[in-house]
């Protein structure tokens, strides 16, 4: 059965998204671009398919509620750091 480009790049796919700890919608679907451009996945492929198997990988989601607005991130690691996390909601927040 041929492998589909996501499977048979599934693992540089993932290197490439875990050198980021956080990362938001929109960072998400610039890395899908450039994987497509790279032909890493196939054009086809959709944000929303793209996002379910980075979920069937491990992708976590991680929201969080300032000032009346939620923000999220999504990470492929397991451990939390609520310092990389507000750091990657807004640069020099009140942790660091």
Do not use: A, P, W
């Amino acid at each position: 059965m041929k492998q589909d480009y996501f499977t048979s790049n599934k693992k540089d796919i993932l290197k490439m998204i875990q050198l980021h700890e956080f990362l938001s919608i929109e960072q998400l679907k610039e890395i899908l671009l450039k994987f497509k451009e790279k032909s890493l996945i196939s054009n086809s492929l959709s944000f929303d398919s793209f996002l379910l198997k980075l979920i069937d990988e491990g992708l976590t989601q991680k929201s969080i509620t300032i000032r009346g607005h939620s923000k999220t991130r999504y990470t492929l690691r397991e451990d939390f750091n609520i310092y990389s996390f507000s750091n990657s909601i807004e640069k020099n927040s009140f942790f660091l």
